[in-house]
């Protein structure tokens, strides 16, 4: 059993921070490989899970017609790429293979390190449960990868767009848990940060729109209009599908999951104003960040559906997005140091 406790002579908090602020980069990285691998509908290339020995891809012809011969199986190629060629394959096969060898490496990054600080007695006094807990979190986001992969593979064309937002939402929460964690290890080990009412409030409201955030890229709802501000010449066109009740419309119809995550952003950013304010005398990079963050993922919301949710710009949206939970993560931090 690894002592997790140690003596505050023998711990390395600035280490432990510099090693979780490399781990939540690559979490990064893998939220923006994830929105690609979403744009290029590439999530059901790759039809089983092998944790292990799945981290080596197909060497040779034979275990690529296999692999296509798997991907033929289900549905999308059935009722949507039928007739793809091998090379077309081998395209959106690269993405999810990525997404998910970023996922492995992840692991390692964090597992590997933990191990070393915890032998070497370096992890300060009572950060031991959290930093199992966050190693913990990161395996249960594995297996919902899976689960939301499961969803696309049997009846429908592509996953549960419930699925896939659970996915997203919980890698968003463990990068800031993540964030949080290095910035105490990183200021006062012994002086943990509190989560105050206007840091829970910002982080609420953040949550629902990253939440339609996810549910827009599930449902391809980014397609439903090219327009801004308006929606195909109205400020809100209806559902797409009429006698849908209000829950159902909410979160499953296309035009209303848009309607709500490109108007909720102004509340996100009333919220996120109050919050760099709120910081920017004890912590101005927190509050410029902040500020930074949000206004680019505005613009290139904007952008995004008036170029008819170019590759790019989208995946670049994705990736701000992440950057916006990092920020918002160092205001509710610094808003709650004593």
């Known amino acids: 059993m690894l002592q997790m406790t140690t003596p505050i002579d023998t711990a390395r ?27 290029t509908e590439s999530g059901l290339s790759i039809t089983e899970w092998k944790p292990v020995s799945g981290v080596i891809p197909p060497l040779n012809d034979a275990q690529w017609q296999a692999e296509f011969a798997n991907y033929k199986r289900i549905p999308e190629y059935t009722q949507i790429n039928q007739g793809m060629t091998l090379a077309g394959f081998k395209a959106i096969f690269f993405w999810e293979y990525l997404h998910r060898l970023l996922a492995r490496l992840i692991g390692v990054a964090f597992a590997l390190p933990l191990i070393w600080f915890a032998v070497k007695r370096q992890i300060p006094r009572g950060y031991g449960p959290r930093l199992v807990g966050l190693f913990i979190l990161g395996g249960m986001q594995g297996v919902v990868g899976w689960w939301m992969v499961k969803s696309g593979l049997s009846v429908r064309t592509d996953v549960s767009h419930i699925r896939l937002a659970v996915h997203l939402l919980l890698a968003l929460s463990i990068l800031a848990a993540i964030v949080w964690t290095a910035l105490d290890l990183w200021r006062h080990p012994e002086r943990k940060a509190r989560l105050t009412p206007l840091g829970a409030g910002v982080g609420a409201i953040l949550f629902v729109q990253l939440l339609f955030g996810a549910l827009v890229a599930g449902l391809n709802a980014g397609l439903v209009t090219d327009q801004w501000p308006l929606m195909n010449g109205k400020f809100f066109p209806g559902a797409t599908q009429h006698g849908r009740g209000f829950f159902d419309a909410l979160f499953n119809d296309p035009a209303v999951v848009h309607f709500v995550h490109r108007w909720w952003a102004w509340v996100a950013a009333a919220g996120l104003i109050l919050l760099a304010r709120a910081v920017r005398a004890s912590d101005r990079r927190a509050s410029i960040a902040i500020h ?46 004593r």
Do not use: Y
């Not at 090693?19 to 980069?25: E, G, M, R």
């Not at 930074?292 to 994705?318: D, E, K, P, R």
């Open 13 to 39: 908090p600035r280490a432990l921070a510099w090693w979780l602020f490399a781990v939540a980069a690559l979490i990064v990285l893998m939220v923006l490989v994830g929105g690609v691998t979403r744009l």
């Open 292 to 337: 930074t963050a949000f206004g680019l993922q505005i613009l290139l919301g904007i952008a995004t559906v008036m170029s008819g949710v170019n590759i790019v710009l989208a995946a670049v949206h994705q990736l701000t997005g992440a950057l916006l939970v990092c920020a918002t993560a160092c205001g509710a931090h610094a808003a709650g140091r």
